[in-house]
């Protein structure tokens, strides 16, 4: 099979994590003889520095020609600490969600049994926690009406959600509840706030399409609590773009760190493949990140735009094999890990290929 992939590398270990993530996407197209071809794009920091805006228009005509986008991350400690700068890196990447209509943010939360020990929740509480949160992309506070009064003395942001928006984000939820435990929570603050009544109020009326779904609603605060006191009560989260923002770097806990998480932004078009960790300016330019959260992002590219089911799960067994043969990031070692055994970004990403050579010939018939 012939696709076209832009890698959108951005800030920070984005650059890191991302080579590796191709490298993985190539091996998996040479083994399966499928074609890769890539082109690249600017966001963010890299994309101010280079033309002064954080999504050049470039960046979006190229992924809009392209059948999937591999994404790293966006950021730079300059702006984070200036809360006065007007132009920003994370413009680039909210603004690449909304031009592609990206409004559907996959985030699973898959707990892979080698790294019980990596978290800071128990291991009883944890083993065969399984979650996929579908957190809203394109509304919330994030879009909604925002400024200062004329004295700068105020600020507001607008959440506001409209029942097309909640509808279709729902639609996804309830379906892929029906594939899975058949259990879907709703979370929201509709104790509180208007737009969540609204949500609420939507899920309610699609509920009775689902007969075989159990729904649950939650509010935000105690669903946060439910996360971390019992994850396996949970199947699939709906949410928010705000709250399953929040919620889903909490969830990271479960499967151990930041490093693991990937997640699928996908709309009506092209389809963008993103860790949900950030640039991450700790360790950036230290070799040091956990390039997993990228190649499972490829992996799920794989499954989710390009329908390679086969090929999706030998990325994941792949990643299960290095895990399972002791191989560790710093982020997700624990204390008996021998030193020998913590790697860095391009070890752990020649881990993969080596497990993905190896998975592959047991598979050759
Ligand atoms: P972050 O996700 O970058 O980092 C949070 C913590 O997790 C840090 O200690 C970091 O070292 C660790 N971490 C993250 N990814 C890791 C990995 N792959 N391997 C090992 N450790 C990892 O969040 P932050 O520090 O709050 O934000 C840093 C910058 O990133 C900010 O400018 C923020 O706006 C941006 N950001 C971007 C995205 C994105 O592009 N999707 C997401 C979150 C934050
Ligand atoms: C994420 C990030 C982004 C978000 C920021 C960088 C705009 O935190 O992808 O989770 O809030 O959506
Ligand atoms: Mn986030």
Same mark, same amino acid.
């Given at each position: 099979m012939k696709k076209h992939i832009v890698v959108i590398a951005g800030d920070g270990i984005g650059q890191e994590v991302t080579a590796v993530g191709k490298q993985v996407l190539d091996a998996v197209a040479q083994k399966y003889g499928h074609e890769f071809t890539y082109d690249t794009a600017l966001i963010g920091h890299a994309a101010i520095e280079a033309t002064g805006n954080p999504l050049p228009e470039e960046t979006i005509t190229k992924s809009k020609a392209s059948d999937a986008i591999l994404f790293g991350a966006v950021g730079h400690p300059k702006y984070d600490n200036d809360p006065s700068a007007k132009v920003r890196p994370e413009q680039g990447l909210l603004g690449i969600r909304k031009a592609l209509g990206l409004y559907a943010n996959l985030r699973p939360i898959k707990l892979f049994d080698e790294l019980l020990g990596a978290s800071s929740i128990r291991p009883e509480i944890l083993k065969g926690a399984d979650i996929l949160f579908f957190r809203e992309l394109t509304g919330d506070v994030y879009f909604g009406e925002k400024g200062r009064s004329d004295d700068r003395d105020t600020a507001y942001d607008t959440m506001i959600y409209s029942r097309y928006e909640v509808e279709r984000i729902a639609r996804k939820a309830f379906e892929a509840a029906m594939t899975r435990r058949r259990r879907l929570c709703s979370v929201d603050k509709a104790n509180v706030l208007e737009s969540s009544r609204l949500w609420r109020e939507v899920v309610q009326a699609m509920a009775p399409e689902y007969p075989d779904v159990v729904v649950e609603h939650q509010f935000i605060d105690a669903a946060a609590m439910l996360l971390i006191k019992d994850p396996r009560r949970f199947d699939v989260v709906l949410t928010g773009n705000l709250f399953g923002d929040i919620?889903?770097? @909490?969830?990271?806990?479960?499967?151990?760190? +930041?490093?693991?998480?990937?997640?699928?932004?996908?709309?009506?078009?092209?389809?963008?493949? @993103?860790?949900?960790?950030?640039?991450?300016?700790?360790?950036?330019?230290?070799?040091?990140?956990?390039?997993?959260?990228?190649?499972?992002?490829?992996?799920? +590219?794989?499954?989710?735009?390009?329908?390679?089911?086969?090929?999706? @799960? @030998?990325?994941?067994?792949?990643v299960d094999a290095a895990l399972k043969a002791g191989y560790r990031t710093r982020d997700i070692a624990d204390a008996d890990t021998p030193d020998d055994m913590i790697l860095g970004t391009e070890a752990m990403g020649s881990q993969i290929l080596t497990q993905l050579a190896s998975v592959a010939e047991n598979q050759v018939v």
């Open positions: 919620l889903t770097d @909490e969830a990271s806990q479960i499967a151990g760190s +930041m490093g693991m998480l990937a997640s699928a932004s996908i709309g009506d078009t092209t389809g963008l493949y @993103e860790p949900i960790h950030g640039s991450a300016h700790d360790i950036t330019g230290k070799g040091v990140a956990n390039p997993l959260a990228s190649i499972l992002s490829a992996a799920l +590219m794989l499954d989710i735009s390009f329908g390679m089911k086969a090929e999706a @799960e @030998e990325v994941v067994s792949a």
